[in-house]
């Protein structure tokens, strides 16, 4: 397996989609050197965008994470969040009425933007469940893992209403050797216990990509093969692009380890076009 | 879909296992009428088992349920819980040493008769964790869902040990309309998210079955088709005692309502041998 | 559960996509009244496209079937295929070389007009699988299914290289009693002995419902809520076109009997907008 | 990880349960030496039995496969395959009438020296189907898998009925180089179809090593921990040789290769006693 350089690459394309958590940042905050690589697709007239599962806060909040930290770069308007997806949902599928979530206030606010209304579960009463018109799972934060968990079941069994879950994942890292449950593992468990069907957006899901591409379109018209798609993560980052019809790259910052890509790529049958050590250029 | 009645069921085996909730008593309490079927047992010298998935307490304590609502003919020797098998599993692979469990500390007692020391999850200190020999899984109380699920996944991540799930059950009911999420449920979250394989006990598993026929021989000898399972579910109760060779009863005072039993049987090819209204007689 | 008339509801959108089995067609061919339902679609400047999980003939092939009963509007730019989808991928990410394919010789057929060389799994020397680029599931005829599914097994055990799979149904009717296996099955069984992930192209995905918005969208802008999906399977049909954002129907000519429909979408938690008896008006 | 002698091991224990493929035979044969084994085993009086997920012939067919390359330790009793459970469970559910199977003719012999008539798919007219009292898939050879397995999936639509999986590999070897897909694949194939619940038979499922068990406690009183299963497969042999309270060893000259077992061990968390490089001492 051939690792190359990253400028090398991204200087072949026309735009660059970036996973955030194991890309450009880790658990001790960004990459450092990772303003030089945007520094270099500015330059050079290659557009970009950040492509995150990530439904706890704004396009907005989630810039700032990147603006505190001096990468000047990174705008509202390049962030790419499966909660951009969710809030889309609501808005033409639920249009008026309220929404029960489970997560933080913060992350309601955003769908809140919509003009609907929104609940948290905790404050819902099984008695009035009549007045809500879907159910969303926002973020692992912010209720009681077991009254609020057990309480979306018991309000699906006394109305049938559809449930959106705003980020894929099943867990994220916490620090460098703990991991957290995310919020796509407690919808995955509710889902099998109420054996209904619920609604997902993220990575791997072609509608993260179609939103982003629809942003460079946009602007340009550019192929799906002038597009580059970079992650850490094989069976979301790089399968998602490929299937989309963008070249991939895997980087070695986060997910997998530089020993392990070569295996995990022949066990998965997920191939990127490239393997790079990171983004920094 | 032919309806008989129990007692011309029963009275051509030599044993019985019944499942408990959903079939003996509901949430209500124990059905009216249940001491005479057991009554009616005792006189024809039919053998009898309580077959539960519950690993909350032990034998005695799941007898003494019964026994203070009078129904005296269930004796703790009678009781055949997952817990049972799950408390078997450590004596003959662990044997000595710790074991970390998830569940109220009533739940752990049990498991100490083995000799072996237990320690809450909540009570970890993930720099010890060589000092543990396995974790089970015994109930969805007595801890902290938030911390202490996590923290199982970040202790497992550290040291490579056998987990335990001691109840194969995703839900139970809490009352006519209200279900709980159970520990299986929470298990099988945490396996996903760790990607490891768990040691699971409970129906339908074969296990179960053979524990109690266990018991059965070791008073008279009785072949498996002499022997009657009793129970509310059809893919714990009906499944399990048809792959283990006994003959089967759906009763329709549980899981399934009297209108949708032919529709269930049809549909997922669990075929019992009979269904009877209740095991009332 | 209210059953309402199709004119009433499609009369409100400026598209409709239509599912063809179920929908448009059932065993015995197309529906009687079809062509007026699309005489109306006509008159009323109302968008239409059929989108169907079927990689087995190319568009032209596929209109055919509908032209030859009578249906004129149903011209080969209305159709939008999984096998579109796959050939759009092959196009994109693979690009030169030879692709193996598991389908009839017509099958393949559309996916050299990409440029590609295609073969045959048969033919397949497992000595020579360098050349191969891809391997894609076309259809479930035209093989030997003993020798040429084990074959698919062992190539890929030499070579790791993208597998598409260009229809994602299980099975699909034969006549008014009978089923048959789709292509999809076979590739989930595939999926699960050789371990690695396919890619795979069909509805409830959502790059099948873009690639028919694309179409839309040449023509006109229209907002994603003036669309409307038919269908009669809640778990494609209808959920795809739900989590993408149109409004969705469900007919009852084809998968679920009118008696079904009310318990189906409860058991699911699929909720279309509307039911109607059928597309005819 | 510490590889140890397997003479050092055995000599610990009264009985001994062998997987055959992969720790007594391989592709090329019986492994050389094996014989000194058994000729240690009864020496020392330890007890033995090989379990194998074989439903494709008799016990007494399976033994002659070792007695004809010299090992004569392995007589018929010495056999538990998973055939056998799925010819005890027709026994007691079954008793009368006719069985269909997917597999080879020598394979249904076995199933009717309970006394139950036969019949292969292929000659079930689909309109007779009221005959049949169970389906059991015996073995990947003998059929057309194109046409019976179809056919299996429209008499399960006609009628109701136990379909009993009597092998649980997905896969088996055939050389070197390459696998076969196994029946208990083609089986979870019908299952997704159909949508039904099957019963397997074999390794991991407890019933196969209980059924072992009742051999060696026939003869003499052994405690579980005094028997050691003996396998080269994580997923079948150690976990379920574990979760049934045996000791248990991995072999590396089957499944695992050396350089491939600490890795496989702590990313499945299914951790056997020792591990042994083969069973030849």
Redesign the interface.
Known sequence: MEIVNFKSVVSKYKAVFFDAYGVLKNHKGILPGVQNTFDYLIENNIDYYILTNDASRSPIRLAEGYQANGITAITPDRMISSGMLAR??LQ??VKKGTVAYLGTSGSAHYIETTGLKTISISEVQ?DYVDELEAIVFLD?EGF???TD??KI??I???K????IVANTD??YPVNK?????AVG??A??VE????????RFGKP???MF?FAYEQVMAKNYI???EILMVGDTL?TDI?GG?????DTVLVLTGNIMPDQAEMK???????PNYVCESVVI
């Open positions: 889309e949902y033409y599928k099984l692992d009681n893992w077991n968990i057990n079941i018991n699906l069994r006394r049938n209403m559809p449930v099943i867990s050797n703990e991991i957290s449950i593992a407690l995955d468990m099998e216990i109420i054996g209904k069907t619920f609604i899901d072609a509608q179609m192929s799906k093969d069976r399968i490929n299937k989309f019809g963008l790529i022949a066990s998965t049958g997920i191939i």
